[in-house]
């Protein structure tokens, strides 16, 4: 019979909630230490003032991953709470009474881009197909197969014949088919949730266009932290120990094997150390011989944007807006310079606006709104309260001239978070938001491993290891380490 093991987790984003299932299901003793007095990670919930805020993740995209999750245990996500696709998927606002509604299924939106540019309906048809098709093969075929240790991961027959889509990058596929800028912005879009510029992702990553307009966008019934508490449930019910406010402030190895942890300075003993927080802060609890990657290591990466974020309560109800609304009035290039090339506080920058109470009316008192903002900005910058004023006006300015209605002064609850606080709140490096972006040189083989080549029982998850950023990858990345664990 297998010896049951003492498994920790440092921290409980999705990835180490996931991980903590598959390794309970094995049998093991697992236990989550998480820094914070909730569960959850970035995709953390606070509720204020009759307002309920998702603080991180909006956009429930490629549900089939968190299906695959719940099978796996023999559960539904339908087991835990309830979803609904939005239809419209979400807004694109180019500027005043200009805006085209993204719809719920490929054909409407087909029509839709062929009624502002002729031929492009076709040929979204075709461009579709290819990032279906690179969808199956990405997602549900390779995804689940790449720990991240060798480059051979890659070679299949299949992935032979995409060779020429690692060459290209989104932004030349996108512009060769589509002139009309609004459309080019549209097909941009879903690439930021992989932390990198369109220029710089290679083309294969299009399944994230066949994941928006052919899967959709999906919103659970009190928000996305729906997930967090299923994963939460799940665990419990396989013996997952999970306890919060506990910062895990020192991994002591002996023998090249961590021994102990140190935990809000009080000791534990583990067998396997799995860390799902970011991982440069994971290393920097190591005595400095047993970091994998030095400060040179990291200042090379290429990080996912930082965010400056505005949880916002409106007294009245907003007309003109969706659930989803990108405020795209702008070209992204002079935005995404001053997040990747040139970092400083953009010019004038695009944001994202989410109103929950749209689909979820118990996310805000009756008749009111609860608005969340976020403008993607460049890690490290200086963070002082007059900047995020500054943005915070530009916002207001904008939602008001774009959708018609006087906003100012019916706002009855604000809260900002920004680099300060992603740094304080979760030790991310930086302050990014979404960990290390998805470029040609930071993919698979590529990023940083989910095993540590000097500690022997230490593992990583997370958006910083593969597969990358965002929530359906933190899931499969669980997945990844546990059943690493469970061959070794
Ligand atoms: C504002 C925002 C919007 C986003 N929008 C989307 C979206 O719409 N859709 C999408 O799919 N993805 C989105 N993402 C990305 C997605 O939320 C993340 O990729 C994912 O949640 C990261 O999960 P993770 O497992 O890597 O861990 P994280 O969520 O980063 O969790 C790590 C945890 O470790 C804890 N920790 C750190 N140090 C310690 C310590 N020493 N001791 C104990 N605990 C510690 C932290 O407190 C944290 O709880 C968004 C992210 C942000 C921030």
Same mark, same amino acid.
Request: charged share 25%; glycine share 6%; aromatic share 14%.
């Given at each position: ?39 959850? #990670?970035?995709? $953390?919930? &606070? ?9 991180? +993740? ?11 999750? %719940? ?9 835990? =709470? ?8 979400? $807004? ?6 200009? %805006? ?16 502002? *540019? ?14 279906? *098709? ?16 060798? +480059? ?28 009309? +800028? $609004? ?23 299009? &399944? ?5 307009? /052919?899967? /959709? ?6 928000? &996305? ?43 534990? !003993? ?5 860390? #799902?927080?970011? =991982? ?33 309560? &409106? ?51 009756? /008749? ?8 993607? !900005?460049? !890690? ?5 309260? *007059? ?6 006006? %530009? ?30 709140? =979760? ?20 990023? +940083? ?12 998850? #997370? ?26």
């Amino acid at each position: 019979m297998k010896k049951k093991k003492n498994i920790f987790i440092i921290g409980s984003g999705f990835s180490s909630l996931s991980a903590a299932c598959y390794l309970a299901k094995e049998g093991n003793n697992v236990t989550v230490f998480e820094k914070n007095n909730s569960l959850g #990670g970035r995709a $953390r919930q &606070f509720k204020e003032d009759g307002f309920t805020f998702d603080m991180g +993740p909006s956009w429930y995209w490629m549900p089939g991953v968190f299906e695959k999750f %719940f099978s796996d245990f023999g559960k539904k996500v339908s087991d835990y =709470y309830k979803l609904k696709k939005l239809n419209p998927a979400y $807004r694109v606002i180019f500027g005043k009474n200009s %805006f085209v509604d993204i719809a719920d299924n490929p054909e409407k939106i087909c029509e839709e881009f062929e009624k502002i *540019e002729l031929g492009s309906g076709k040929k979204l048809k075709n461009y579709l197909k290819i990032a279906e *098709e690179n969808y199956k093969l990405g997602v549900e075929d390779m995804l689940y197969k790449m720990p991240g240790k060798s +480059p051979f991961e890659l070679v299949s027959l299949k992935t032979i014949k995409k060779i020429g889509f690692f060459l290209s990058n989104i932004k030349k596929d996108v512009r060769k088919d589509f002139k009309d +800028p $609004r459309l080019r912005s549209i097909l941009e879009f879903p690439v930021l949730f992989l932390g990198a510029k369109a220029s710089n992702t290679p083309s294969f990553y299009n &399944f994230m266009n066949f994941a928006d307009f /052919g899967l /959709g966008t999906f919103q659970s019934e009190n928000g &996305f932290y729906d997930l967090v508490e299923a994963m939460v449930e799940l665990g419990k019910s396989l013996g997952v120990k999970y306890l919060t406010n506990q910062s895990v402030n020192k991994i002591i190895v002996q023998n090249k094997k961590v021994e102990k942890l140190l935990v809000n300075e009080k000791e534990f !003993i583990c067998d396997i150390l799995i860390s #799902g927080a970011d =991982y440069n802060h994971t290393e920097s609890l190591l005595e400095e011989k047993h970091r994998q990657y030095k400060p040179n290591y990291w200042k090379r990466k290429v990080f996912a944007p930082s965010s400056l974020l505005f949880y916002v309560g &409106f007294n009245k109800k907003l007309k003109n807006v969706k659930h989803h609304n990108l405020i795209f009035d702008t070209d992204f290039e002079m935005h995404a310079s001053e997040i990747y090339e040139n970092p400083i506080w953009p010019t004038d920058p695009l944001f994202y606006a989410n109103f929950t109470s749209k689909t979820n009316p118990k996310t805000a008192p009756n /008749g009111y709104e609860n608005g969340f903002f976020l403008i993607p !900005i460049a !890690i490290n910058l200086s963070d002082t309260d *007059e900047i995020r004023k500054k943005y915070f006006d %530009f916002i207001i300015r904008k939602m008001e001239l774009y959708t018609g209605q006087k906003l100012k002064n019916s706002i009855v609850y604000k809260k900002s978070f920004c680099v300060n606080d992603f740094k304080k709140e =979760y030790n991310s490096y930086g302050g990014n938001a979404y960990g290390l972006a998805n470029t040609l040189m930071q993919t698979a083989f590529l990023r +940083p491993k989910i095993k540590s080549k000097l500690v022997k029982n230490l593992y990583f998850c #997370g958006q910083l290891t593969v597969p990358g950023p965002g929530v359906p990858p933190a899931v499969v990345s669980g997945e990844l380490v546990a059943g690493l664990i469970n061959k070794n």
